[in-house]
């Protein structure tokens, strides 16, 4: 089992930048799948990005390549999304989730989450 726990949101101007931070407690991310969600309100819950336990990202959507890039410290139990030229759109809490399944994109895919981080991207 794993404890996930996200930071970094805030409110930032459209094409400002953001840095969350998902730190895992308990295991090392090696054993993990890791994933970022979002989810504004009214809407699903939508896959933003995820990093294999080897390192390899998993592909996001057409609207999120080029803004957005997931990365990991494996000693520091750390997981990352840059977040550039953020759009009102991005505005959503922001989940950190951890799986087991190799390019996982789907919410049904993780076994454990953190608590959430709002971002919110004013015009």
């Known amino acids: 089992q794993v404890q996930l726990v996200e930071s970094g949101g805030g409110l930032v101007q459209a094409g400002g930048s953001l840095r969350l931070s998902c730190v895992a407690s308990g295991r090392t991310l090696r054993s993990y799948v890791m994933g970022w969600f979002r989810q504004a309100p009214g809407k699903e819950r939508e896959f933003v990005a995820a990093?294999?336990?080897?390192?390899?990202?998993?592909d996001l959507s057409d609207s999120l390549k080029g803004r957005f890039t997931i990365s990991k410290d494996n000693y520091e139990n750390t997981v990352y999304l840059q977040m550039n030229s953020l759009k009102p759109e991005d505005t959503a809490i922001y989940y950190c989730a951890a799986g087991y399944i190799v390019a996982a994109t789907r919410v049904s895919q993780y076994n454990y989450w953190g608590q959430g981080t709002q971002v919110t991207v004013s015009s």
């Open positions: 990093i294999t336990s080897t390192g390899t990202r998993i």
